[in-house]
């Protein structure tokens, strides 16, 4: 199996409503390229450093995804190219995405990261401190960014039935505040469980070994 061909197999058997993020972080530009001739235009990396170089090398019309943890230091390294950056989980890095693009006169897209796996995971704010922070409308002063909807990771785990339910969990935050917020994007999915995600209503999949094959850690 090549890149391209694993591209073009999710190109066939997506559903429409879903977009694929192609997740390259560790990977050289050789294999994004690969994707990008494919037809893939949507990369993510986690990575503020390697995202930098990557965009420097690579096509202009790559849109750029932040998917991993973000430290507020690193946001105006950011903001000027990320298209979407979905793991903005406090309110100080609400606070700072907005004060770089301010800085550099930009609007920024984000997701909100919400808790959802049962097991012990550091990211993401609770549901409940999430539903707070969205009922509250605290995020409309932050006039250069704009929360298109939320992101989530389940349990490292084989058990389907609390996927699902870590899944449902976050599509029903979801659906409780699409409408007033005028959401787009639930970005819930890896390469183990985009399938179980897009059944629980996933409009974005965040998929890496499943396109690239197993990345390898030094
Ligand atoms: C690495 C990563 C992915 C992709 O994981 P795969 O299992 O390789 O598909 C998705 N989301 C986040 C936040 C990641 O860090």
């Avoid at 490292?156 to 699409?178: A, C, G, N, P, V």
């Amino acid at each position: 199996m090549s890149i391209a061909t694993n591209i073009q197999d999710f190109q066939k058997t997506l559903p429409q409503h879903v977009k694929l993020v192609a997740v390259s972080k560790t990977k050289p530009n050789a294999d994004l390229l690969q994707a990008f001739e494919a037809g893939q235009r949507i990369f993510g990396e986690n990575k503020v450093q390697e995202m930098t170089a990557k965009w420097e090398e690579l096509p202009k019309d790559i849109e750029w995804h932040m998917i991993g943890h973000l430290q507020s230091n690193k946001v105006k390294y950011l903001v000027p190219y990320v298209s979407l950056i979905h793991a903005v989980d406090r309110i100080k890095l609400f606070k700072e995405i907005n004060k770089q693009a301010e800085r550099f006169d930009k609007h920024v897209h984000v997701l909100l990261q919400v808790k959802i796996a049962e097991e012990e995971s550091k990211f993401g704010m609770d549901p409940a401190e999430a539903r707070k922070l969205l009922s509250e409308d605290t995020l409309s002063k932050y006039t250069n960014l704009t929360v298109k909807g939320l992101m989530g990771m389940a349990s490292f785990t084989e058990d389907k039935e609390q996927i699902k339910r870590e899944f449902t969990q976050l599509k029903k935050i979801y659906d409780e505040f699409s409408e007033s917020h005028n959401f787009t994007t639930l970005s819930m999915g890896m390469s183990g469980d985009y399938e179980l995600a897009i059944a629980c209503g996933s409009t974005m999949v965040r998929v890496g070994s499943a396109i690239f094959g197993e990345r390898n850690y030094e």
